[in-house]
């Protein structure tokens, strides 16, 4: 079992940062990946950012060179920085993480950017 807590979500305006943070507890040795999604209203979950337990990391196209995910083993935790937000950006971000076949979730963090 893996547990799985957002933070760092809010408000900010169009060309702003946030900082999102998840904070992972459970059995963490058996985590292959991790990764952050985010769903607009109506529209369905995609991808944002994975990054593996090797390191190796992945962004959506419409995030590349804006954000940053990272891992931070000591305090067991995946960030994601957020630079030059874009109202479009304006979501439900939601933390995951596998475990051989199976997804866990966090409840999810809203950032909303403003025009």
């Known amino acids: 079992q893996v547990q799985l807590v957002e933070s760092g979500g809010g408000l900010v305006q169009a060309g702003g940062s946030l900082r999102l943070s998840c904070a992972v507890s459970g059995s963490i040795s058996s985590i292959s990946a991790m990764g952050w999604y985010r769903q607009a209203p109506g529209k369905q979950r995609d991808l944002v950012a994975t990054?593996?337990?090797?390191?190796?990391?992945n962004y959506a196209d419409s995030v590349k060179g804006r954000f940053t995910i990272s891992r931070d083993n000591a305090n067991n935790t995946v960030n994601l920085q957020m630079n030059s937000l874009k109202p479009e950006d304006t979501a439900v971000y939601y933390c995951?993480?596998?475990?051989?076949?199976?997804?866990?979730w966090g409840q999810g963090t809203q950032v909303t950017v403003s025009s």
């Open positions: 990054i593996t337990s090797g390191g190796t990391t």
């Open positions: 995951n993480a596998r475990v051989f076949v199976k997804l866990y």
